[in-house]
């Protein structure tokens, strides 16, 4: 027989005795505990806790198992959080002209590796409908030219908003769209909205970023997956990763090797995203990797 499976995600301030309540709670209610990972930062004083379990008690409803766990929360000033380990979070991905980070995604879905829902992809430019049509995900054109007012570019934010709405969207990947987004937008999305960056930030923003690199003489490359804000390219960084280069590879060369991290580094920011692995701590995150 199946049980049902959980993810419970916490941060509260910390102090004595929080494993020891949360495991004595779970054993109390017929739970058993698959795998757990905690950690207490010592400059902020919160506590942060992550625990997979299944409910082996068929007498306690999900309703029942969350209702009295608000009540320990309460007791502990918790940020809490109870998932479905089973549940596949719906996911949209927005993509301008260059695609490897989307096509990367779009395998790691349709082979199983992602395990989330993809139910959009949004686009300022076309280039990837037919890429979008062969996985038979709905593509939305919406075009946003270049130097648009400050009118169009509302407008064309609400309708990427109302497709979040229309489709229950938990998770809004920037697969290399190259759109800022305004204050508002990001507000909308704060806290599911992940973006990729082509270096460790805050270096070589701006446009042909490897190019600048080569002419900089570089002897790592890098990509930085971090959640969107109102503070261009500041949001908490999720995963960073570097390759070595050297002065005898030409500016297409790096962006060949900087484009395979930026696809891998992504990739495990959106897994670690869909398994509940990430907590906010002020600027900083916790992953339980």
Same mark, same amino acid.
């Given at each position: 027989?199946?049980?049902?499976?959980?993810?419970?995600?916490?941060?509260?301030?910390?102090?004595?005795?929080?494993?020891?309540?949360?495991?004595?709670?779970?054993?109390?209610?017929?739970?058993?505990?698959?795998?757990?990972? /905690?950690?207490?930062?010592?400059?902020?004083? !919160?506590?942060?806790?992550?625990?997979?379990?299944?409910?082996?008690?068929?007498?306690?409803?999900?309703?029942?198992?969350?209702?009295?766990?608000?009540?320990?929360?309460?007791?502990?000033?918790?940020?809490?959080?109870?998932?479905?380990?089973?549940?596949?979070?719906?996911?949209?991905?927005?993509?301008? %002209?260059?695609?490897?980070?989307?096509?990367?995604?779009?395998?790691?879905?349709?082979?199983?590796?992602?395990?989330?829902?993809?139910?959009?992809?949004?686009?300022?430019?076309?280039?990837?409908?037919? !890429?979008?049509?062969?996985?038979?995900?709905?593509? &939305?054109?919406?075009?946003?030219? @270049?130097?648009?007012?400050?009118?169009?570019?509302?407008?064309?934010? /609400?309708?990427?908003?109302?497709?979040?709405?229309?489709?229950?969207?938990?998770?809004?990947?920037? @697969?290399? =769209?190259?759109?800022?987004?305004?204050?508002?937008?990001?507000?909308?999305?704060?806290?599911?909205?992940?973006?990729?960056?082509?270096?460790?930030?805050?270096?070589?923003?701006?446009? %042909?970023? =490897?190019?600048?690199?080569?002419?900089?003489?570089?002897?790592?490359?890098? @990509?930085?997956?971090?959640?969107?804000?109102?503070?261009?390219?500041?949001?908490?960084?999720?995963?960073?990763?570097?390759?070595?280069?050297?002065?005898?590879?030409?500016?297409?060369?790096?962006?060949?090797?900087?484009?395979?991290?930026?696809?891998?580094?992504?990739?495990?920011?959106?897994?670690?995203?869909?398994? &509940?692995?990430?907590?906010?701590?002020? &600027? %900083?995150?916790?992953?339980?990797?």
């Amino acid at each position: 027989m199946m049980h049902p499976e959980y993810i419970l995600t916490l941060s509260c301030p910390d102090q004595r005795g929080i494993v020891h309540k949360v495991s004595g709670f779970l054993a109390q209610h017929g739970c058993n505990i698959i795998d757990s990972a /905690q950690f207490g930062d010592g400059q902020s004083k !919160l506590f942060f806790m992550r625990v997979h379990f299944s409910a082996e008690d068929s007498q306690i409803s999900d309703e029942a198992l969350r209702a009295e766990f608000a009540s320990l929360g309460g007791d502990m000033q918790m940020q809490w959080q109870l998932h479905d380990a089973h549940h596949k979070p719906r996911v949209m991905l927005m993509v301008s %002209k260059i695609g490897h980070c989307l096509n990367d995604l779009l395998f790691r879905y349709k082979s199983g590796l992602l395990p989330v829902e993809i139910r959009a992809i949004v686009s300022n430019h076309t280039d990837f409908y037919q !890429l979008a049509a062969s996985y038979n995900i709905p593509f &939305h054109h919406l075009a946003l030219a @270049a130097g648009a007012s400050a009118e169009a570019k509302r407008v064309q934010e /609400q309708k990427v908003l109302e497709i979040v709405a229309d489709n229950n969207i938990e998770l809004v990947v920037l @697969a290399r =769209y190259m759109q800022i987004l305004s204050p508002e937008m990001c507000n909308a999305l704060k806290g599911k909205a992940i973006n990729i960056h082509h270096s460790f930030l805050p270096s070589f923003k701006g446009a %042909k970023p =490897y190019y600048q690199a080569h002419e900089r003489g570089v002897k790592l490359i890098g @990509a930085t997956a971090h959640f969107v804000t109102g503070d261009l390219d500041e949001g908490p960084i999720i995963e960073q990763d570097v390759e070595r280069v050297d002065h005898a590879m030409e500016p297409d060369t790096l962006t060949a090797i900087g484009r395979d991290v930026e696809c891998v580094v992504l990739a495990r920011a959106v897994k670690w995203f869909v398994e &509940h692995r990430i907590l906010l701590n002020g &600027h %900083k995150t916790v992953v339980f990797k």
